[in-house]
């Protein structure tokens, strides 16, 4: 069966502070990969999502990048985090861009 | 373009009543629609979905049906219980696009 894992489950970092937010999924192969960002009492916004290896498409401007450098592997990353950046941070994979997404547990990031 | 509005929340009911959350869609052609659920501290989990017009997505008792005509995929349930309550998100799926509505909060009482 496949899973889905994400860490760590919380962070605190410290305004302008690096970050480097890790997702991998097991029992899967090519799978579509995704992050959103989900502000407190708001809905969930895409951030990024990437179909292959390298392959990566922002959705909305911001200071975070993301990167895959394994098929099963997304990682999202900030060379300077901002308070704005503070949020649930979720992962996601899918089969395909119709079929069902399947999310990890979320990062719960505060910045200070 | 794409969007997906449902109702805002927070819904407080007790145990065993009758649960609606509305959701209505905007998108062209045939999307694909999901509900969502996202329990205390954990990412979201499919709860259901509908890929055409008509199908009813169920599970867990709850249920959805895809309206095109009214562009519409409420969730109902008949008796909620207090393990229901969690934040329910309507989704869709089209044309490589992938909306969320903003979630409702639903508090189920003893």
């Known amino acids: 069966s496949q899973t889905i894992h994400q860490w760590p489950a919380t962070l605190v970092q410290p305004v302008g502070s690096p970050l480097s937010l890790e997702c991998t999924v097991e029992g899967t192969s090519n799978p579509n990969l995704y992050w959103y960002r989900q502000a407190a009492g708001r809905g969930l916004q895409l951030l990024f999502y990437s179909v292959g290896i390298g392959q990566i498409s922002s959705e909305v401007p911001q200071n975070l990048s993301a990167s895959r450098p394994q098929d099963r592997q997304f990682i999202l990353s900030s060379k300077k985090l901002l308070l704005s950046d503070s949020g649930f941070y979720l992962c996601a994979w899918s089969y395909g861009g119709e079929q069902p997404q399947h999310f990890g547990d979320g990062t719960r990031l505060s910045i200070l | 373009g794409n969007s997906v509005t449902q109702m805002e929340g927070p819904v407080t009911l007790s145990e065993e009543a009758f649960l609606t959350i509305n959701c209505t869609y905007t998108a062209t052609g045939y999307p694909s629609l999901f509900w969502y659920v996202q329990y205390p501290g954990e990412g979201l989990q499919l709860l259901l979905k509908?890929?055409?017009?008509?199908d009813k997505g169920s599970n867990k008792g709850f249920e959805a049906t895809y309206r095109k005509e009214t562009t519409s995929f409420h969730l109902e349930k008949g008796s909620v219980q207090v393990s229901d309550s969690a934040v329910y998100f309507c989704a869709l799926y089209n044309n490589n696009d992938m909306r969320f509505g903003a979630g409702t909060r639903l508090t189920v009482k003893p």
């Open positions: 509908a890929t055409k017009a008509d």
